[in-house]
């Protein structure tokens, strides 16, 4: 049967996107030139750093919001699919450094879920950190494992029936009389309703006549180190570093921020900084291992807010430019996504997203 929209990406955007269409009664393919979850999706850190940024105040109400999604959303995908998510909800560390410490707690004054904590709280809260400077909880920032949720989406999506074609790139999209779309891989073509653009950091290359997507790719590498029988107990976010404890004894370290184009190699140099700067602050972390290195690209746009709506063309909209918050904007953006398309109303902060603003 035809279907009524195609969504181009199997990233976790597209696929959360797909799930919410599909609960509100309409028929969706989603189409991915490669492995559905295997890009930036797969490459993040699963940090769920809404408080973070809620400091601009663009982000805030989105941040916010999906902050509040992400927990029903966890246990409804975990019950429906049986597999885990690595969601921990021991919420994250912030490491400010002392000479900026009041420009912090102003920052971050009046958001829920801040604590500025004394050394013997910290001591009590993460013994093996060591750091001078001052150090707030912010308890409503959790984290996922980013492979596990996206692999989790994908499991979902098969069991609710949505088609996902994986190595099926669009290569082109073409608007036909009536108001529908014909949309083309080298060997497909369908004719549908809608397309909704989610090709992340690629969303830029989808082949329309005039360019109405300025996405680009920053590249990020982190890597993986195995602690075990120690363990981190939050997610730790320092100027020019983060710690992500993952199961089992792992923790990934994060990341660069490269303008590189769509290169993805690995420079094991810059990861080393990258680590010596994490164990300058918990030693511990001498004793473990690397067990992973690997780079992704985050979709980013020129004024660092997603893409969400209408595109100029009746029937393809855009969502992509997640930048660093993709991960923790998927529900909300899926919420978003699906109202919009259903012409039902969303919140006004939404026009801020709009793509009209580089039109
Ligand atoms: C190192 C790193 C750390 C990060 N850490 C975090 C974090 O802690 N928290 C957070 O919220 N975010 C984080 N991010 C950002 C987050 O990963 C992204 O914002 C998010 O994954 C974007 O999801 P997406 O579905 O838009 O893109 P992707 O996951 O990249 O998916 C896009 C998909 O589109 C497909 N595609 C592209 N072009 C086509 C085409 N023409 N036809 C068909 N398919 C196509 C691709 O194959 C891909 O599967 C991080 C990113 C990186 C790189």
Redesign the pocket.
Known sequence: MRPDVII???????LTMARELQARGMRVEV???????????????????GTMLSLNRRLRPAAQASLTLYPEFIAQLETETGQKTGYRASGTLLLAPSDEENTFRRDFSGLDGVDWLSPSDVEALEPELQYSGTVALLSRDHSVN?RQLVTACRTSAALRGIPIHEG????RLHALPGGTWSVESEKHRQVVAHVIN??????G??DLPQPACPVRPV????LQVEAAPWQLRHVIIAQDFYL?PRAAGSILV??TQEEAGFDKSVCPEQLSQLQARARACVPILKNAPVVEMW?????ATPDGLPLLGASGYPGYWLA?G????????APWTAHTMANLLADLPVPAEVAAFSPARFQ
Do not use: C, N, Y
């Open positions: 181009v990406g199997a990233g976790l955007i597209g189409w991915d030139q490669s492995q559905a979850g295997h890009e930036s999706s797969w490459a993040a850190a699963g940090m769920l750093a980013s099926r790139q669009v290569t989610a090709a992340g950091a690629w969303a290359q989808i590249k990020g590498q982190a992500v994060g990341a780079a992704g690209l985050r979709p992509a997640h930048f660093r918050e993709g991960i923790l904007l």
